[in-house]
Nanobody
């Protein structure tokens, strides 16, 4: 399976972006899907995910109430809607797929497939 993330860019604080992740190879309802981010000098951080069943996981406390993951099975894509962006949201954002459907949905080690990442920069 291959993943292609897009939609990143430069936005002012308080603005919004929607990231997309196009998945090819198998349909996304076979996978747990996740969004992660990594800021310079920091570890990769789980943002939010969506299970193979379509249920949305809990989000990281840092983005709760601002970010929402969704998917389109018809388009084989997942999305991350990011609202009320803050400078601390600046990072490279990655989408990932877990074909084993691990219960540890927030663990990067559960995901065997990763997209290339898309840069999000939030200016103050």
């Amino acid at each position: 399976v291959q993943l292609q993330a897009s939609g990143g860019g430069l936005v002012q604080a308080g603005g919004s972006l929607r990231l997309s992740c196009a998945v090819s190879g198998r349909t996304i309802n076979n996978y747990n899907m996740g969004w992660f981010r990594q800021a310079p000098g920091k570890e990769r951080e789980f943002v939010q995910g969506i299970r193979w069943s379509g249920s949305v996981t809990a989000s990281a406390d840092s983005v709760k109430g601002r970010f929402t993951v969704s998917r389109s099975v018809a388009k084989n894509m997942i999305y991350l809607q990011m609202n009320s962006l803050k400078p601390e949201d600046t990072a490279v954002y990655y989408c990932a797929a877990d074909g084993r459907r691990s219960v540890a949905v927030s663990s990067a080690g559960s995901y065997g497939y990763w997209g290339q990442g898309t840069q999000v920069t939030v200016s103050s």
